[in-house]
């Protein structure tokens, strides 16, 4: 599952150390920052790109670099990834764009892509995603997703709320 995965509009590329600078840079913007809980610095981007990449091999999927099939640019990362919630392991599917990026349904395809992984090529049975409260734009992509809200919970010391999916629930 490391050869690219090609949608509509984008180019998703299984994570690897090359694409650190991007990630670095979409992680240092404030506007990203005020989405996750704060800016990250270009150590942190490098240590968690690596991190990401591992997981491939790990794992057999992961986080995908995402970049548009129109103009080649850097759309944002995202995709699927185990991770621990509350104490359990859970498969999440997440993203995060750059501002120039957002509002152009760029995560809703990425999300897409990362459900149809996890549901339908791996069977898994259950899928969540996981925002800060206030974070109304990655909310609604859950909703898109026919992702349905499961529960608050603190994460990382910080309040989420807690979205869910199960196999043969993701739309089409």
């Given at each position: 599952?490391t ?5 509509a ?32 610095d270009?150590a942190y ?14 794992d ?15 759309v944002?990362r ?18 995060c764009?750059?501002?120039?990026r957002?509002?152009?349904?760029f995560?809703t ?9 996890g ?31 499961d ?22």
């Amino acid at each position: 599952m490391t050869e690219p995965t090609l949608t509509a509009r984008l180019r998703l590329e299984p994570l690897t150390a090359e694409h650190a600078g991007d990630i670095a840079a979409m992680l240092a913007d404030p506007r990203v920052g005020a989405t996750m809980g704060g800016v990250r610095d270009r150590a942190y981007a490098e240590e968690r790109t690596f991190a990401w990449a591992h997981r491939w091999t790990e794992d057999g999927f992961g986080l995908w670099a995402a970049y548009s099939r129109g103009d080649g640019g850097f759309v944002g990362r995202g995709g699927i990834q185990h991770t621990t919630l509350e104490g359990k392991d859970v498969v999440e599917v997440g993203w995060c764009l750059p501002p120039q990026r957002w509002g152009h349904g760029f995560a809703t395809e990425i999300g897409r892509a990362g459900l149809d992984l996890g549901l339908r090529r791996l069977g898994l049975s259950e899928i969540v995603s996981f925002t800060l409260p206030h974070n109304a734009p990655s909310r609604a992509v859950m909703h898109r997703l026919g992702m349905t809200y499961d529960r608050d919970c603190v994460h990382a010391e910080l309040p989420h709320v807690v979205y869910t999916t199960r196999g043969g629930s993701a739309p089409h």
